[in-house]
């Protein structure tokens, strides 16, 4: 896995030898325009990049219904970017019932979590 979103040296090195790539959570037009230069790596040394799994950060910043709808939207969103794994950071303090609705929600759209 290589996490980074430089995109000279990072992303490069990504199209080379990784087979997971983390993208560090900017929006998801940022997310994207990165996932697109990832892909002209690949295809300049002939790289299948369905071959790299894709993934960033969200963060749940608390356990309100709020915060759980952002995520979710945050997701969603990345998801139609062609993301593959949700890596969600739970920041304290939470209520760790909010847990078991978060996955439910996320797996219904088909991205790991």
């Not at 949700?86 to 920041?91: E, F, T």
Request: glycine residues 6%.
């Amino acid at each position: 896995m290589i996490g980074g979103n430089g995109e000279r040296r990072t992303l490069r090195t990504a199209a080379r030898f990784a087979d997971h790539w983390n993208f560090l959570g900017l929006p998801p037009d940022g997310f994207a325009r990165k996932r697109d230069i990832l892909y002209e790596h690949c295809a300049a040394i002939g790289r299948d990049p369905k071959e790299i799994t894709l993934s960033s950060h969200v963060w749940l910043t608390d356990s309100s219904p709020a915060a759980l709808d952002e995520v979710i939207r945050a997701v969603e969103a990345l998801a139609v970017e062609q993301l593959d794994l949700a890596i969600v950071y739970v920041l304290p303090p939470l209520d760790p019932r909010v847990l078991e609705p978060l996955a439910t929600r996320l797996a219904e759209l088909g991205v790991a979590v």
